[in-house]
């Protein structure tokens, strides 16, 4: 006999679930790097129906910038990477900015100092400096040497370079190892003698990142923290505040840092371009940048390049993620948005370069359907929409601007030219219908009849033209412009060589 309970489902997954996070902190452009980690956070969330938080470590009041934290929202929105929970959309384990989160720092750490796991330190900035130059000149690691430990602010005011207003440091155990699992990379163990007793309050009260970050991790249920293997250092002082406060350990994924080409970071010193404004000002689509940030270390199982961000959610397994630093190859990058550009139905390429013809001075947004069928002509071509406004600013000229010496095709005389293009003018200005079939039978017809080498030909009209040696195809090019823009460069091209003499 069956009872209620049999029909039961099985008892859940115990696994807590899955909440992940990014943390970056607001001093500057968004870096590149915010984004990548965001998309691994992304994926993996999002494979297991987790949650994705987004909270701003901004206690670094020396490097704050203001906008900072605005560009990160638009940026990581502008690439799709959007957040369950943070600072502009709240949820319930705020506040989701660190500088609003003072108390809970404080409280954690005068927990610590009353349980002996952390002290007060008087020592000023000057004498520091000393012991750790004097440690590092004895062949040793740079340490604070406790001065501070076990005395009473009474005892130690009695001392040199004090400071009254104190840090607080964590005690780190001065013998054995601290280790810790890496999904990506096992076991990874660190002495504990060579660590420093880090600061977790400073003087002005602020939290260290070290302590903030696992305080938060901690109050906000993080069960994976996924981020970058620079990290990877502070991991063993992380997992030593987690064992003092007696919390669980999340799980640790070091991302590898991408490269460039000669093995050295992409930093923003270095790379100026690094900054996702940068990315997003040039043109890159955002759905381009994130598939190519996914190919940064990521495989889909069966190798394709290129997947959309729900097809690498459903596919997502840290399994294929490497831990060889990826190279961040730009070239790679303008393949991938050139292709995302020619998948783009011609109404959306308009759209989203609209913006970038209309910064550039030229009158796009009130001729939307001409710009259309001008992009019809460069979809083939574009690579970054930022190139579009010089690639197609002779379609605006009310006068071209080149030199009258490029109209003079090879074999060609100057009086062969302009008798070349006034017989085309001729053609042109009665020609129906006025289309790229049309133009082109009559005018290769032209080619014949006056005995010219069509390449020479050609190259003389599309100069009148476009004002250039490459450019779209010819016909299609002097349809787009219409009957009188075509006419008014070919008058303009027939004075021009008719002054050469
Ligand atoms: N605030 C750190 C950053 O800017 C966060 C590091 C972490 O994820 O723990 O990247």
Redesign the pocket.
Known sequence: MSTPSDSQPPTPNPQPPVRV?????PTGDPHVG?AY?ALFNVAFARHHGGQFVLRI?DTDRTRFVEQSERLIFDSLRWLGLTWDEGPDVGGPYGPYRQSERVEFYQQCARELVARGQAYSCWCTPERLKRVREEALARGEPPKYDRLCLGLAEAQRSQRPDFSPRPVIRLRMPSEGETSFEDVLRGRISFQNALIDDQVLLKSDGFPT?HLA?VVDDHLMHISH?I??EE?IS?TPKHVVLYQDFGWELPVFVHLPLLRNRDRSKVSKRRNPWAVLPWFRGQGYLPEALRNFLALMGWSMPDGREIFTLDEMVQAFSFERMSTTSPIFDLEKLDWLNGHYIRQLPLDELTARTLPFLDRAGLPASQNVAYVRDILALEQERLRELAEAPQMVDFFFADRLVYDPRLLVGKGMTPQQTLEAIKATLALVETIQPFDAPALEAAIRGLTGQLGLKTGSFFMALRVAVTGRTVSPPLFQTMAVLGRARTVACLKAACDEVAQMG
């Open positions: 996070r990014i943390a970056p902190s915010t980690t470590e990142y970050v923290v981020r970058g990290w502070s």
